[in-house]
DNA sequence: GCAAAATTTGCATTCGTATGCATCGAATAT
DNA sequence: ATATTCGATGCATACGAATGCAAATTTTGC
């Protein structure tokens, strides 16, 4: 009765022989919204079970063009925040059906085999994130039909749609913070210099500093790497004018600038220095660094990047969509305060000047 | 001539057409070691490029029954041993020309969903790593046919694979360290209670502090998860007879553990409290954290746990097979050190006290 | 109870590729 | 030069499920 052992091949025509039926009558007691009667519906269900029969996806897809199987790219996950973008993706495209074919663990440079795979397997859409090859390879994906969309990134040509948090609004409240925190020298830690976030909140920041008078920035490259990132806070904190606050491009590289500062360079934070980061990642909440740091709302990027694949596939339409979010400037230990405009939300503190 | 943009709809007969030859050529043309002809070949390829033709690679697993897909099953990613494992697979995998579906970020409760999807998709091969559902599923897989790999995990039931780490030595060798470093009193953090490795991880601790002449001690479970491992912590150390040395069953509850014990509970470690973890995870070797921890060889984890699937695809047998391999005690700056027994190793400090 | 409409059902075909078999041509052997 | 062999090629079919269409059945209306 019950079975469990199920053999290799129970096919849909096995099913019906069974059954007593003909295999289109399977096919259409598994595909909602079919015509079958309720009978034979329980009938073929019964043998279904009894024989361990599944449909099978692959030639479900064969003939409907449709894998239901989304890829997601992301070249490296040291940092913890695309872990953390996988889980929720994990979550959202189960709900909707879909399934995740994942391409990591792969240098940046050869997106060409990644392409390859991509096309091959007919994916439904594309997720692009934590790669620098975005451009080129969104680009030639858009171009064969297939939805694309840029996690964390963005792009000038208007033919993939892009998910991104206000970056450079991020990067000047941060400026702000600071200032009004009474710093009066600044540094910059910069990820990727190709990448469209550290542009965007790089230019912000110096576009804050500068409306409030600042000019006299320090810059150091990280490219997002922790080991590149320890050496930029070695040399921007060995200067003689090292800048009494640094915002870090994300908080990835802002625990490893922080651990130079505090152990190698004996540095109190924030008294001697104050660094604000970028994500609210995990370790930003962790009580041996406490980062301030602008938050990215994970779960409404991952739904927004969700909800625009699904519109692009059930509508054929590939029309670029640029969704952006807004996150908060979470205000822990690791900045000096300012005197004013933080407020308590959800249990955490934020920073809101009035105007905003 | 160039071409770049690729119609949906091109197949192996319009390439056949375009370079008048059959649908035959054209797919042996990809067929590595297939029986064609230098010139023929050459035209196909031609052709192909041309209209922008890439095999379906549905249509390719339909008839040929294999879809090169591996399944890789990780409940969570919160531990960052498993990104990390996750971007070694990718790269594993991708090397012998097979796609990685991700099914992650669901709770473990509901097993049944993923198994259906892993059965529909005629997946290869199947890695499940960091769920407690191990058991059951794996078992179903194997009887389906399907070869399992149980990664970092076992079971008794021999229908599955394995690949894990030495857990119980490792807990042992644990023991001999911190008794060797002079500490009287133990405690251990536990991981979730009915995993293999916990249990092993625990046994070996217990074995090896008994066999040293101590009994007394102190547990408290964390299930893997920080929260957890915070209040196990917060418990543990608030005892008047709190433990001068403990055991946590992995890095990533140890970190909760020192945060926990230094910020709420003002201890310095290794001063006053030692703290051993296991894995080697990202954050063990951040200064901040510097943990003393037996670490468990990824690359060697990965490669085996694909070789097992390799050969199990390739034989058609499926023959359970366990991989056990052997890490390293790290010492690091969160346990007191024993005076000998230290050695130094690619420049990093290993605990190998003379017999082993 | 009968005709018309609505619903089920089965037949046959399709998706895109791989492959056994037969055929054909070229290369080798005698 | 002819017989033999071997590689290259094409034909036809198969993989497993979905679906348009027509036939069969049930339901509805009067």
Known sequence: M???????????????EHAGVSQSAVSRTFTPGASISPKTRQKVLASAKELGYRPNAIARSLITSRSRIIAVVMAYLENLFYP???????????????????????MDRDSDPVFDQLMQYRVDGIILASTSLSSELSEECAAAGIPVVLF???????????????????????????VAGGHTSFGYIAGLENSSTNRDRYEGYVEGLAANGYTNLVVETGNYSRKE???????????????????????????????VARYELGLNIPEELSIVGFDDVGPARWTSYGITTMSQPLKRMVESTVDILMDQIASGEIEAEHRILSGELIVRTSARLPQSGIVERDGQRIYRPREA
Chains 1, 2 share one sequence.
């Open 229 to 259: 990132a320890e050496a930029a806070a070695r040399v921007m904190l060995s200067r003689p004018d090292r800048p009494e606050a640094i915002f870090v491009a994300n908080d990835h590289m802002a625990v490893a600038v922080m651990d």
């Open 84 to 106: 953390d973008v996988l889980e929720e993706l994990g979550r959202a495209l189960a709900a909707e059906n879909y399934h995740l074919l994942l391409f990591t663990g792969f």
């Open 152 to 178: 964390n990134r963005t792009t000038e040509r208007d033919a993939v749609s892009s998910v991104t948090t206000r970056n450079r609004e991020g990067g000047k409240r941060i400026a702000d913070f600071l």
């Open 2 to 16: 019950d079975s469990g052992v199920k053999k290799p091949g129970v096919t849909s025509s096995r099913v019906a």
